[in-house]
Structures are given as C-alpha cells and as structure tokens.
C-alpha cells in the first residue's frame, strides 16, 4: 500500500503542503534562524526538536507543530542525524504489537543470536548477483535439492526450483507453468486456449486467487462445508472440472484451519472424471501443493505411517499427479519474513517460455522468478536452519508446537470454568481412529500417532449452546479484550461454504515455537477471565436493562450491538456504512 491511513487521518496526499506554502517555508528557512516552539523552548520534545531539525521555522506553535506532523509523509528537506532518526523511527515502531504474541500469524518471529551474525555478515548480498556470489547460488541449489527430498521427490528425476519471495511469488509460478503445460497440451490438438481454469477450495489464501486474477485463469473457488472439514471436498469435483482445468491447487495446511486436503482423494476423482471424458485432449490434469505451512510441517511431523493411517499417505512427488509444491521458509521454515520456495519435481514441467537465459563470468545461468533482485541472506538462513537444527531439530521443535496445540484444545473444551463454552473448528487434538480426545493430555505426547495430523494451530469458537445462552455477546469481544492483554488472536468469518458454516466466525491460534505450555496456560488464564467478565457484565447489564420499554429482542439487540460496537476495530455503523462494512469486515484469506 502506497500510503496507509486511518478512516479519521486523512489521505497524506491531501496533506502536502501547497506549493505557496512550500515556496514561503524554503524562503524561510533561509533568512530565519531556527525557532523554538512558543512556550516550549525548554522541553525536551523529541519530535518537536526533529520537526524543528528538519523544517526549520515551520513549527512556532504547538498548533502548528501538530500540522508539520502530516510531513512524515514528505522527505524531509535536511536530514537527520542518524542516531536520532534512529530514535524516532524506534520510538515509533514500539507502537506495532509484540511479534511473539502475535497468535495470529503462521510466519516466524524467533532468530538466534548466532543466526543473527550470519544474517548481518549477509545482508548486502544480492540473490540475483549470480557472479558476485557463486556460493550463495550454490546454497540454494543445496537448498533445492534438500525440499526435494522432504518433499519425497523420486532420486530418477531432475528436480528444479528457485527460492521466492515467500508463497505468495511461489504459487504464481506454479499456476503459470500449469497454465503452459496446459496450452501446449491444447494447441498441439488443435484446441481453442482462450478459457483456462483453474480450481481451488473456498478456504484458499489470498495469494491464490491473486495468481488466477493476475494471470488470467478463471478462479473456480469450490465452497467448503463443516463436512469436508472446511477443505476441497473431492466428489464435488464433478461440478468444476473441464478440458479448460489447468491443474488443482490442493492446500497442505489450510489458512483458516490448518486441515490438509487430501491429494489422494482430490487425485482420484481427477481420474475417474478424465476416464469419463476419453475424448479431452487436457489429459494428466496436475496438482500443484500449496505447502506455505504443511511443506515443512507434515514431512517433519508425520511418519508415512501416521499419515496412512489417516488417509494421506502420498501428498509430495512421489504422487504421480503432484508436478510443483511450494513452501513459505518464513513460516515453518523459520527464517525471517520474506522466503519462499517453488520446486517442480522435474524440469521437463517448466516450459521454455519461462524460462530465461542469462550469461554470467562462470557461463548461462537459467532465472525464471518473478523478481530479479531479492536479499540474499535469507537463503543463507534458511541453509543455516538446515544445518543447524538437522532434520531432527525441526521434528523435535515442530513436536513440541503440535503437543502445545493439543493440550491448548483439550483444555479450552474441558475447562471447568467454561464448560461447554466453545467448540473446536481444527481436527489435531481428535483422535484418528473415533474422533475423540484423551482422558490425559500425556497421551499427545506418548502416542502423537493416533492423533489427527494438520498445522499446528487452533481455531475455536462459542459453542452453539453458549450462543443460545447469551446470544447478546459477540465472540469478537473476546478478540479485542485478548488485544488489551496483548495478544493477537484474530475472530474471522469461516470461508465461503455450502451449508451456511461461513456464517460463523472463528477465532485462531497459531502455535509458533515460541509459544509454550507456560505461555498456553496463560492464555487459556487470560481467556477464563474474559469470558468472567463478559459474563459478570451482561448479567449486570441485562438486569439494568429489564427496565427498558423495549421487548426481549431489542434489549438483546441492543446489549449484542453496544458490545459489537466497543469490539470493533473502527468507529461507525457497519450496518448503513457499506464502505466501513467492506473494511472491517476480514477474512482469514488475508492472514498469513
Ligand atoms: C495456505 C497458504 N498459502 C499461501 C500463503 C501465502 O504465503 P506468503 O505469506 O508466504 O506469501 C499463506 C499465508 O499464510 C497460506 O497460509
């Protein structure tokens, strides 16, 4: 976003000053000395000194010292010295949310101070600059080959990749190179190649509906249901399919809940819908893993047992149907924000056309990414972690997160404080074989194998009973009390579904491995507390507000709206607002 704003900060734009204005303060910035701020001359106020540092003249009253603040959005005509813009943009940044108690993000927030070092040494380093830094091409390609084994990618192919930035970058090249595999498949029968496809659940990211928009492919969202666990239901397949289908975006870990569809299945029906048509030149149709959280997290989590058992056994490249698998390092790869990964299990599935040829000092190098330039040190990271932590590491530190997670749903359902309370949306704390929980939470730890696999998040919300109970409270309130203490636990929609579930909002954990049991259990403390107080609050309220001339209903309405509106991030009536509606209004598919 070029330029951000709040609804009552106006468009900085607006805010330039006019070119008079900007004429008169150059003139006097040259014949005045620098003033002081009226009344002020003795306070230290560091944003009035830098204001007077970098408008000289411009700030004689605090009124208009106020105004000059809009000229954070101008580059200033002096600079500054660098310790004190240091300070002020520290000092400003103290005001965004402590990243570790942001529970409402998949991507890391933990480096080490080792890790560190190396980032620093690193961080000049252009990826791009092939010449310049043969190494750092070389760990890449050690990168590469590394995902390709996670991802069981079969030793007789010739896996290829490059690093991205994050998924986002990732899943456009992998729809694009669906897209034309499936032109060349088209034209070569003569087929018409102006209506392509492409078909992903209702509970995808952002990212890939952004590649259909971007690129030109119809978007064929199909809408999930509490039945297929809010996942691409296989059988309705059927309705979405046709010769102009690209491929299939299948998530390993979906946003919203941290379900992994299942590729088999999704496979199948793909089979059975091409047996059906023998007449479709679009043969093959592939499957493109959208693994921005399951592409390290199921490989280093579940045993090809484990997931056998619960009926994924194959969701990597040694699915025939799986020709490109991304991944987001920043994620459960535990870099820093901004790397990603596309791997195609073979080269022959990136075409020519996007490939590009350029020659170097040490020969022809091939660059198909979207950017050009991108930091270096990030892959430094992530080759770092590799070594560093050992397959082994990653299993250990991921087995913790899934254990907290569990024990983090069992104890919101067995709460005795809030009993009944919520339901859980997520499927890791149930058991595979009847869908239930343990009587001792020890048993997610000793028999992690007869548990469900997913992300290691929880989603949860109030439970129907409790609507019904206390159908005034807004589950939203619980999200923005929990801000109050710190936390960063977002309340969303559900995604887009057949059976109304999109109705009902879910609030979502994700367990980082930062967050420990210790930190869990205070949450679970700090959630009992809330729904206390919600309760201590509308027992008052409603007693007061029997004495309304109103029927139930509109005392109802009335305590639901009043709550609704103090849970709201903006002020303002959402109801006749269509445009505060639209941007209050979020979605799980812009998280990340
Ligand atoms: C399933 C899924 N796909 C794609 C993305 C986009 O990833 P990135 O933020 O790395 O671009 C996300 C982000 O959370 C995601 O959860």
Redesign the pocket.
Known sequence: MLYKHTNNQKNPRTLYPKKEEQEERIAAQTTQTRKSIVGLEDVKLLSSQLQEMSYPGATTTLEQSQTTLANSYVIPRHGLPEDVAYNLVHNELNLDGNPHLNLAS??NTTTTDIANKLINENINKNLADNDEYPQLIELTQRCISMLAQLWKCSPDLEPIGCAT?????A?MLGGLAMKKKWEHRMQDAGKDISKPNIIMSSA??V??EKFARYFEVECRLVPVSKKSHYMLDPKSLWDYVDENTIGCFV?L???YTGHLENVEKVADVLTEIENQNPTWSNKDIPIHV?G??GGFIVPLSFHTDHMKQYGLQRWGFNHPRVVSINT?S??FGLTTPGL?WVLWKDDSYLSNELRFRLKYLGGIEETFGLNFSRPGFQVVHQYFNFVSMGLNGYKALFKKSIFVSRVFAHSLLTSKKMPGYFDIVSSTHERISDGGIPDYVSDYWDNTQDYKPGIPLVAFKLSDEFHENFPEIPQAMISSMLRSRGWIIPNYPLPKSTDDSDQCEVLRVVFRSEMKLDLAQMLLIDIEGIITKLLYSYTKVSKEAQHMQATPESRRSFIYEMLLALASPEEGDTETNPELKERTSRNYRG??
Do not use: M
Request: proline letters at 0%.
């Open positions: 998949f991507v930035t994050g998924s986002s970058e899943i995808c990211q990212a890939l998530i870990g979906t946003t959208d921005a959280s987001s920043h994620k990603g998280t990340c």
